[in-house]
């Protein structure tokens, strides 16, 4: 069997399991969630003795420290995957739902109703244990799902896969054994056959580097939900309460900026640059923070700051698109609530952006203007999260406008249909 | 300027109004909408005399009088335009709408806000009233749109945006002059460019023939939302109401053939096959629509219909994929509900399908394994279409399931976001 005709298999195979995932009942979805917890933890050795050869292939091929601690598999892991399965089994179940309902004039009653989606292909990195996460939230929510981590994890990946379904078979003599597949080759070019194959696969959620994104995006002929980075803005407007635009700016950026959802450029207006930007740069240099710029706020910093070897350096336009990822943050000194939308809305990622204020149009003006999946109000940015905002769990995040937009949870997960029900209706 | 150049400026002109456009409230877009129609019956003469531009060289490049039918502006079809536009102004503003609200434990306020998608681009075919319809939709909905017709229809299309433009800007001055803009050019290339431009483009929907919407879904980086075709049932039950299912079926059939929400294939229990088949094939044939039946359906009209002449042959297998937007339909024998649903899941196109039935248990699994955007219990297939569900307009009927699945009104032209109102919240 050659490559496309595997795949071709592999999304045939998905999208059958998914007609059956559809016919469980949450009570049967459940048991099998929490018989995949139990077994997980009952193979644990067996997770790491395939775990250990992946850990093995990574470094003689030269992975970084980093990416080996990303790879490695223990029993507090392996347990957390456990927990995390405990954890989608009590969130409520996300289909069935009645989103809508309406009887119209001729007696037809119609029903919006929450569905699966289908066939969902989760394209990830390094980490296993997305694995167990990413399968557990597309079963949950009837989805068929085929997985495609890093090519260093892949007997990892395989054997987590193996277990749920092996545990899934038991549980429920139902158990569509295709509900959960790796891709089983680390072949490149299974993701282009994979992502072309509309007739049976519904999405594809890439997660990673913008680059892994982009290239993702650029071979799919089906819909894929995504974001490529996270460019988010803290601004402080003229009238914010500089207390708590301080304490938010310092949450956005150092609280954990490794994130997409951390700030990656502050905007001071410029009624209170003198005032706030000493405060502010002080507190980031104790932090390390490296700052790039503009002039309007070098002059400010250089004039009213006293520290030696400050890390502070011109921004360039360049700058204002890149997510930094790290304790690097730009600054910029606007003039007013409009020049920051604008800002935010020709360089950001449309991720999420904050306005700290007092002034309620202002804010209004920022949370209606600002096009970005979370807007925020005096709260820090890190907040886009789907734990944060009650969802329970988190596949992922979207800055697309079709489909999820925002943390991505169970309900995101779903798609819907329309049920017409009537006593012999026609048109007429 | 090359077309590369012409595109990118097209889709980021529209982009900067979309962002003006977010900025209008529901009055003065509907003031916008009413001066539209206005001018367009004002401008009456001058759409005539473009559009006998196109009747003119349509004639010279031999287009069928069906295809010079759909393309003639006359007055009735300039006040049907004229119409559309009030009957848009008059319905609630789809953007935002709270469509979820929740405080978290910390007091953050999140709210899920309905909002424009941005910047849509409509292909289409040969009527050209589509580009008033489509325009005035997108506006209302505060979407910036770009409409591609059919090449034959340009100078109709032309003038009709113009129009609607000039008398937006009379209107309100805000009126962004690229809310709406028609791709100025023939040229094929235009859309591989425009659907490249994913920076600025936000969604694409085709409408037409499948093979225009397949090539336009083959060649774009941007969403799209379409149906390539309605393939669609009417499963006549064990236990239906036969004298509902035969006025149900004949609607289905033909009370408009050439309409995707109309039936290409009924599906009949065996069980009541020998009774039922010869009632319908009577009907059927006395509105001349052709049967292609598999052999237990050719032997029991063959054994009890005694009509000269029946446009009566073997159903192929492609038969069953095909829409034939004609007199014809498919008939097929099927051995209960399951072998229905398993029928129109691998042949339908996940449009609309409905069983006839007074037995709850076959109607509810029908609904639920149904895998279409419209599934019926005891009404027609016909009624999938946004004035039928109350949705007042109509952009598109969707077969997709990420963002709008079935018809396609206002609410189904908006995204969301989601709004963070805090009092200072940080994350720890």
């Known amino acids: 069997m050659n490559l496309t005709e595997q795949m071709t298999q592999l999304a045939k195979h998905a999208k059958a399991a998914s ?41 003689q091929s030269g992975l970084s420290s980093a990416m080996l601690d990303r790879l490695k598999l223990d029993d507090k892991r392996i347990a957390g995957m456990a927990r995390g399965l405990r954890e989608v089994a009590v969130l ?25 989606i289908g066939v969902v292909v989760i394209i990830y990195e390094s980490r296993p244990n997305v694995t167990a996460d990413a399968a557990s939230l597309c079963f949950k929510s009837g989805n068929a799902t085929i997985l495609r981590g890093g090519k260093e994890a892949l007997n990892s990946n395989l054997i987590i896969a193996q277990t749920m379904i092996d545990a899934g078979k038991i549980a429920h003599r139902q158990f569509p054994e295709h509900a959960i597949q790796v891709v089983p080759t680390p072949d490149r070019e299974a993701i ?17 580097g913008e680059s892994l994104i982009r290239a993702v995006t650029e071979c799919s002929k089906v819909p894929v939900i995504k974001h490529y980075k996270g460019v988010c803005h803290i601004f402080v407007d003229a009238d914010a309460d500089l207390q708590m635009a301080e304490e938010i700016t310092m949450n956005a950026k150092v609280q954990r900026p490794g994130v997409c959802n951390a700030a990656e450029t502050l905007l001071v207006d410029k009624a209170v640059a003198e005032k706030f930007l000493p405060v502010i740069g002080e507190k980031l240099f104790a932090k390390h923070v490296e700052l790039r710029a503009d002039d309007a706020t070098r002059e400010v910093l250089n004039s009213k700051l006293k520290i030696q ?56 003006q920022f949370l209606a203007e600002v096009d970005s999946a979370a807007v925020y109000w005096n709260a820090s940015t890190r907040f886009t999260d789907g734990g944060e905002f009650g969802m329970g769990a988190e596949i992922g995040i979207s800055t697309d406008k079709i489909g999820a937009r925002g943390p991505m949870g169970l309900d995101e997960l779903t798609s819907y249909k329309w049920l017409g029900i009537g006593s012999g209706q026609v048109r007429t």
Not at 194 to 203: A, G, I, K, N, R
Not at 339 to 355: C, E, K
């Open 92 to 116: 409520p179940d996300p289909v069935g739902k009645i989103l809508d309902e309406r009887v119209r004039p001729n007696g037809l009653k119609l029903q919006k109703i929450s569905t699966p």
């Open 19 to 59: 007609r059956q995932l559809a016919q469980l009942t949450t009570a049967e979805k459940n048991a099998c969630l929490l018989a995949m917890a139990t077994a997980l933890e009952q193979s644990a050795d067996a997770i790491k003795a395939a775990n250990a050869l992946d850990m093995e292939f990574g470094t």
């Open 309 to 364: 070897n400050l890390k502070l350096r011109a921004v360039t336009e360049q700058d204002y698109f890149t997510e930094y990822n790290d304790y690097i943050l730009n600054v910029r000194v606007v003039d007013g609530v409009r020049a920051a939308i604008d800002h935010i809305n020709h360089y950001g990622s449309a991720h999420s952006d904050s306005i700290v204020t007092r002034d309620e149009a202002h804010a209004q």
């Open 192 to 208: 282009p056959i994979l992502l072309s194959l509309t007739q049976y696969v519904d999405l594809c959620m890439p997660r990673g």
